[in-house]
Each structure stands twice: as structure tokens, then as C-alpha cells.
């Protein structure tokens, strides 16, 4: 048997967002938002399709919407490339939601909440161990909930998710074991037998089950973002030759180690303005500090980063 990617937006929907998925889609919402509690019985899968009805909001595709039986709405996203202001887009994506369940001229007792389920290949939170975290409005300092809390926002990390297959003993374990190797697996592991629902994901995420379109989709999707990744991964590199050649230019006169360590706080600066935006003189400072090995780990790790907290959390414990 060979497996479709999961974490491809097409196969995604194909598995959890198709007519024959609602079983599949309860599970695994259960499962990662739940914690395995059968909180949902029931639920109608939407087209995933965000028009709008406020004027001047940005139109918005999702990987899978649904509705469930209290009328509360979960929107999902399978996001693979880390890109400029993800985090922006993720709450932007949940208020756009909230508020377009209201027509002209309704009551806002009609608002019902909002879940945003979002599945990341990168790191979100890397101060943070925790494969799923769970944010909710609270106050400050006494952390109690806000009524009826009207938005939520899960994240599934997969890069923090380490175990494997003989180690998976929860469902939840097993559903993100599923989105982050099913290319991997030969045959449907036994113990995802017993979830019935997982394996009818895997029969559905089987190729041998799909049309040559369909097939077809999937392999344009995945070598659009192979390109994707290898783009950036080809500038990384430029990036660091780039440096170190400078840092050897400058090496004679001033020594190398230092024209290397300037080439490098370069290229580090060149990929948070366009990640994250202009940086400000502060924390150039702080990134100027940086021994060369802190900042090859920081050359490493600045592509994970999607925000200025993400840059400045890395620095303080660094």
C-alpha cells in the first residue's frame, strides 16, 4: 500500500473534508480539541469556502469547516510552509468567522463559538514542548474564563511530535501520527484497526482508492512545495556562502572570524525583514552579541520564526 500526504492541502480535504468523512472528522476534532472525550455526536461539513459578508475582508480558503450539532463552527488548517504573518492570518481567519455568522440587521445573540484548529509542519512555539496548545480569552492576573469563551484557537505542532508507531497508546496520538507519516506506512497498523475511523482515513488516503485526477492534484501540490522548501533552503545556503566569503575578504584585514560573524548577522538580518519586518536597532544589538556558534544556531533556526515575540523569546533564552 502507498499512502496520499496528508499534510497536502487536497489530500486533506480528501480525507477529513469529503461527504463520506463526518465519522472521520468527529474522531479526530474529539480527539485533538477534546481530549478524547466524545463531546461531539454530530456535525455538517461546510464548504470550506470564506467569502464574506463584511465589506473590505480579505476572501479566505480553509482546509475543512464544519458545524456541529450546538451550532458552535471549527475551522481547520493544514499549513506546511511557515510564511510572513501565519500567526496574523490564524486569528484573522477566526475573527472573520465569528463575526459573518451575522446578518444585516441580526442580534449578536445569535453568535455561536468559534474553534480554529490549526496543524502546523513548523514550529509555532519554540519555547514550548507541548505537541498541542490550547489559547482561550482569560483575564490577566486571576486567569478565569471569559463567559461562554466565543473564540478559541488549538495548534498541533508535528516537528514536537517524536513517538513512534510502537509507542502510540491514545487515539490523539495516533490521529497525529497518521497526519505526519501516513506516506511513510506500508500497511494500516494494526493497532489503528480498532479506531474505526482512522481506518477508514487510511483507506481513503490510500492511492490505489484514488482517480488519476485526483493522483494527478496531489503530486502538483507536493512538487509545489518541494519547490517551496527547496527555494528556501537554496538562499539559506547562498546566504551562508555568501558570508563566509565576506567573512574571508574580511579576514584579511580584521580577521577572518570576524568578517564571518558579520557575513552571518547579515544573511540573519536579510531573512527577518522578510519574514518579520524591519528589526529594530535593539535587537541587532542583541544579535551582534551572539558568539559564531549561537549564531549558527540562529541561522538555523530563523526560518521556523513567524513573529517578533518568536525572534525575541529565542534571543532571551539565548
Request: glycine fraction near 4%.
Amino acid at each position: 500500500m502507498r499512502f496520499i500526504n496528508p499534510k497536502i492541502d487536497f489530500a486533506f480535504k480528501k480525507i477529513f473534508g469529503s461527504k463520506e468523512s463526518k465519522d472521520i472528522l468527529i474522531s479526530f476534532l474529539n480527539a485533538l480539541i477534546y481530549q478524547e472525550n466524545e463531546t461531539i455526536q454530530d456535525l455538517e461539513i461546510l464548504d470550506p469556502y470564506n467569502q464574506g459578508s463584511v465589506l473590505d475582508l480579505k476572501d479566505t480558503y480553509l482546509d475543512v469547516k464544519a458545524i456541529l450539532a450546538d451550532a458552535s463552527i471549527v475551522i481547520i488548517e493544514m499549513q506546511v510552509l511557515n510564511v510572513e504573518s501565519f500567526d496574523k492570518r490564524i486569528v484573522y481567519n477566526l475573527a472573520k468567522t465569528y463575526c459573518n455568522q451575522l446578518k444585516r440587521g441580526e442580534g449578536y445573540i445569535k453568535l455561536k463559538p468559534v474553534i480554529a484548529l490549526t496543524i502546523t509542519n513548523f514550529f509555532m512555539f519554540a519555547n514550548n514542548e507541548k505537541v498541542i496548545n490550547r489559547f482561550v480569552f482569560k483575564e490577566m492576573d486571576e486567569l478565569f474564563d471569559y463567559p461562554k469563551n466565543p473564540l478559541e484557537m488549538v495548534f498541533v505542532e508535528l516537528p514536537k511530535f517524536k513517538k513512534t508507531l510502537e509507542e502510540l497508546e491514545k487515539i490523539t496520538d495516533k490521529w497525529i501520527f497518521f497526519i505526519k507519516n501516513a506516506p511513510s506506512l506500508e500497511v494500516i497498523p494494526p493497532s489503528f484497526s480498532t479506531v474505526y475511523p482512522l481506518e477508514k482515513a487510511l483507506n481513503i488516503a490510500n492511492q490505489a482508492n484514488l482517480s488519476v485526477e485526483e493522483l494527478e492534484e496531489i503530486q502538483k501540490k507536493e512538487i509545489f512545495l518541494f519547490d517551496q522548501e527547496g527555494g528556501i533552503k537554496m538562499a539559506l545556503q547562498e546566504g551562508r556562502q555568501e558570508g563566509l566569503q565576506q567573512g574571508r575578504q574580511e579576514g584579511l584585514q580584521q580577521g577572518e572570524k570576524k568578517g564571518e560573524k558579520k557575513g552571518k548577522i547579515a544573511l540573519i538580518l536579510r531573512i527577518l525583514n522578510k519574514k518579520i519586518g524591519t528589526i529594530s536597532p535593539e535587537i541587532k544589538e542583541q544579535i551582534g552579541n551572539l558568539s559564531l556558534e549561537k549564531l549558527d544556531i540562529l541561522t538555523d533556526d530563523v526560518l521556523e520564526f513567524n513573529s517578533l515575540d518568536s525572534l525575541t523569546n529565542w534571543l532571551d533564552n539565548n
